[in-house]
């Protein structure tokens, strides 16, 4: 009899969706049945209870996580807030989109390397890079953990800064009580599927306070108009639709449930995991990490990554090159960020998501402490 080859995988987003099917179809269903597509009741719904949830006056529904970034630099800059040539402060191990964002708009990303136990931005080295045309800093709450802190606070209120969170990994992540998202000026959300708050295809969100900024974004996303045929900005169109927004309703009531159950995976690895060569998430404050991923770095990290996969445990790398060192960003390509280079260089991901059996969790551990370093 041939023995089930069993694999253990690093987010099974089928079996996430098991848990909704039923509720997700008649969502689903309802809009379809509607016959209202974009711009309507679902997505009022989610805005609004997506506000709710984040703690923010205004919430704007969008294409993407992408475009929620770019438009919130866009309205920033058609409120003459930023202008073309002015610097953004970002960590310079982020993804792409939150650099991108940037770009897309003319304004200069200022690259600033995150601190080694945390990965997030190093706030102590914030300072050293700001100049007079710097206008904002976008924080990045990467892998799920917070990357906010008090000093950053400080910084951006004594040079007069807007705050920006890319808060794509952390929906329900919080600091001393407040969730990401709710923070800064104005963050960027995004729903893509794998996210911890997933759509069936791209989705996204700003979250924001500002009123005049909110009503910018919003017209901004719909080719720069607030009133049908009249165009105030050069704008785009970025909507959420209407199936996403239902789909995304249904799985914000469990986001909170979920949120636990990677926490529960998260403390099993730190507890059981036991290597010399492999350092783990370090958790100062366990509402500031909602582990959209399981970061783990090690010297050999290709070499593990072969040996799990042989075992049929499946590990992805977040990322595998850096943003300065991408053929996209070619004059960054000389400078040098060490700690950036050295995560990209030994950064591994197991296996995450609320619904990955025990079993598999307390196999990934057991592999990974019998590993021999070669
Ligand atoms: C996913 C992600 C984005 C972009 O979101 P999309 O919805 O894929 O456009 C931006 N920033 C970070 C940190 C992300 O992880």
Redesign the pocket.
Known sequence: MLEKIKMIKFLDLQKITEKYTAEIHEAVSRVVDSGWYLQGQENEHFEKNYAKYIGSEFCIGVA????A?RLILKAYIELGVMKEGDEIIVPAN??I??ILAITDNRLVPVLVEPRLDNYQIDDELIEASITERTRGIMI?H?YGQCAFTDKIGDICSKYNLKLIE?N??AHGCKYKGRKTGSIGDAA?H???PG?NLGAFG?A?AVTTNDKELAETIRSLANYGSARKYVFQYQGLNSRLDEIQAAILNVKLKYLDEDTQKRKDVATYYIENIKHPDIILPIVEDWDAHVFHLFPILTPKRDKLQEYLKENGVQTLIHYPIPPHKQQAYQDWNGLSFPITEKIHAQELSLPMSPIINPFDIAEVCQLINNYQVL
Not at 64 to 67: F, I, S
């Open positions: 993407n996580g992408l475009d970034l982020t993804f989109a939150s990045v990467l890319d794509a990994q960027g995004s729903f893509y996210k791209d996204g």
